[in-house]
């Protein structure tokens, strides 16, 4: 009973009331072997929050565990929800905190600029984070090393899963890379909408539309970024973003047929879902086991059987077999 923050002392006391009502006060520290002074001290609070009564002068009782919970819970809830207004009032702190900060803080005009990779990574990692709504990119690679997808993956998933919305444009050529392929199929497939250009040089990140992020030098990554938090840089950031996304063509427009032609294996994720799938296990089993929704985990599903060119599940299990996939 930790969890609506009972003592072990005081959860101890409870139960023994249960097992037996109409106990004296004065025999709880004798019977638990605890001090009387701490006894005293729990007794007292028990009773403050309802879930012991005092029958008669001395004699103790304990309400019902329908009743205890009921009213444990509220009075953890109460606490919580205290707890969390105390925290959204303190969003003062930033102000006071970028004071603290002086001149090492955002410029006047909104721009940080970021010298490193690694602190553009940082960066990255702490937009995404606090991202809500929704990330916008257009990213111009031919190929992702087995270290980028795996941290992007991370990154994605945690967001997708809060339900934030994605929006990606790539370059076509990526999709001759199989592991990027696999890789931008697997988002997709969790919910992202990712479009295709032959031809793109802009780097672009957009967070909920309040900061962009793009390279100092679009040729060279390497020479740092900006980050503009400025409204009007972002609106024509996103103006940019939107120009391309509307002349891009979607992913599943034909441009995964070769990546099916070829066979290429499931992605981590729908690598899972096969093993569920292949085991017989119920949706619901395999979308908890996976830590995903019942209705994505289905939609994986659909995705084996349509790279599998099969007609059920049990053809799709004996068709991966035949590959080797499982």
């Not at 809500?132 to 270290?147: C, D, F, N, Q």
């Not at 024509?236 to 002349?247: H, M, P, T």
Request: charged share 30%; aromatic share 4%; glycine share 6%.
């Amino acid at each position: 009973m930790s969890v609506f923050g009972l003592s072990q002392t005081e959860e101890a006391i409870y139960r023994h009331l249960l097992r037996n009502q109409k106990t004296s006060s004065d025999e709880i520290h004798q019977l638990l072997r605890i001090a009387p002074q701490q006894a005293t001290e729990s007794v007292n609070r028990l009773c403050a929050v309802g879930v012991l009564k005092r029958t008669a002068p001395g004699v103790l009782s304990a309400a019902s565990p329908e009743t205890a919970v009921r009213r444990l819970t509220e009075l953890r809830l109460r606490e919580l929800h205290q707890e969390l207004e105390h925290v959204i009032r303190s969003q003062h702190l930033v102000s006071e905190l970028r004071t603290e900060q002086g001149s090492k803080g955002v410029p006047a005009h909104g721009v940080e600029h970021l010298q490193s990779l690694p602190q553009i990574r940082d960066r990255i990692d702490d937009l995404a984070f606090f991202a809500r709504e929704e990330i916008l990119s257009i990213e111009p690679y031919t190929a992702l090393t087995p270290e980028n997808i795996s941290h992007a993956r991370r990154l994605d998933q945690r967001c997708l899963r809060r339900s934030v919305r994605m929006r990606s444009v790539v370059r076509r050529e990526a999709l001759d890379h199989p592991p990027t392929r696999v890789y931008l199929r697997e988002l997709a497939a969790q919910g992202a909408a990712i479009r295709v250009a032959e031809d793109i040089s802009e780097r672009i990140l957009v967070y909920d539309r309040r900061a962009a992020l793009v390279p100092k030098d679009p040729a060279d990554s390497a020479r740092g970024a900006l980050l503009a938090h400025e409204e009007g840089l972002v609106a024509n950031i996103v103006a940019l973003f939107e120009k391309i996304w509307d002349q891009a063509e979607d992913l599943t427009d034909g441009a995964d047929g070769q990546a099916d032609a070829e066979g290429s294996g499931p992605g981590e994720i729908e690598q899972r879902v096969l093993e569920a799938m292949c085991r017989g296990s119920k949706d619901e089993i395999g979308a908890r086991a996976l830590g995903i929704s019942i209705r994505t985990y289905r939609r994986h599903v659909a995705e084996l059987l349509r790279l599998l060119g099969a007609s059920s599940r049990p053809h799709a299990a004996l068709v991966a077999r035949e590959r080797g996939w499982i």
